[in-house]
């Protein structure tokens, strides 16, 4: 009887040792039949990862078992993955980082026309308090691209201007758009960046020549220049758009999603 016994223990072992080789080949795991089954509602352990609501963006590592938590990862990760269709999801991530440290001043608004659907492309409205430009409004449009942080986003100013940085095409001269850029920067640099071109203009840099000429030979005439094309009034052949603050329409906030607007 002990020989029957122990030849039993045996081939139940190497069954054991069998079924584990065959999981072990699959990827998967085989509890020992001897541990006590997991109670109903047991949290997976600390340190454990996996993919969220199924959209495959990365993968939860080292969470806090609480329930709270756990939701608000699925939460943010859920609209990160609304998002997908506007660009990388690294891009997305480093966007959203930087939209949540924002601390806009007055002088400044950010709307995303889309909401949610499409974070990538937003515009960005101006109004210098100060300087030459004051009483004005100026919008500008974002396009982040899927390379960003290692790229600048894509920026254009959407009305015709007198401004020695900004063309009558609205290309606009800033260093960090351009050679200067560096992974380490943020959206909130560009709007510092954008807001000081109002404030103190660079000659030394322009792209409307004829503009820088005037700021540094002729500041009066300049002066006058500004505030009579602000007015939508022409200079040197061309028209251009009006852009006082009183008669620009910005969006209105039933037509922005709760996370298209920053002020």
């Known amino acids: 009887m002990l020989h ?30 001897n541990s006590p089954a997991p109670t ?4 997976t352990p600390a340190g454990t990862s996996s993919s969220v609501n199924g959209t495959g963006i990365g993968s939860l590592t080292s969470l806090n078992p609480s329930t709270s938590s756990l939701q608000s990862h699925r939460s943010d990760l859920s609209s990160i993955s609304s998002s997908r269709a506007g660009g990388s999801n690294y891009a997305l991530l480093r966007l959203q980082k930087d939209i949540s440290e924002l601390d806009l001043p007055s002088t400044m608004r950010i709307y995303f026309p889309e909401g949610e659907r499409d974070l990538m492309h937003f515009d960005v409205y101006i109004s210098p308090d100060e300087g030459l430009y004051k009483g004005g409004t100026f919008k500008f449009s974002f ?30 001269c800033l260093n960090i758009l351009r050679q200067d850029w560096k992974p380490v920067l943020s959206i909130d640099s560009i709007l510092v960046g954008l807001q000081f071109l109002f ?64 002020k």
Do not use: W
């Not at 790229?151 to 009558?168: A, F, G, M, S």
């Open 4 to 33: 029957i016994l122990s030849l039993k223990k045996k081939q139940q072992a190497e069954a054991a040792e069998a079924a584990a080789a065959a999981a072990a080949g699959a990827g998967q795991t085989v509890s020992d039949p």
């Open 40 to 43: 109903p509602g047991s949290a």
């Open 143 to 172: 396009a982040v691209t899927p390379n960003f942080p290692h790229e600048p986003p894509k920026v254009l100013c959407t009305q015709r201007i007198y401004h020695p940085n900004i063309d009558l095409q609205g290309h606009v």
């Open 199 to 262: 404030l103190e203009p660079n000659p030394t840099d322009p792209l409307n020549k004829e503009a820088a000429t005037q700021f540094v030979k002729n500041r009066d005439v300049f002066k006058s220049i500004v505030r009579n094309t602000m007015c939508g009034g022409s200079h040197d052949g061309y028209s251009f758009d009006t852009v006082l603050t009183d008669r620009v329409g910005l969006p209105s906030s039933s037509n922005v999603s709760a996370v298209g607007s920053y």
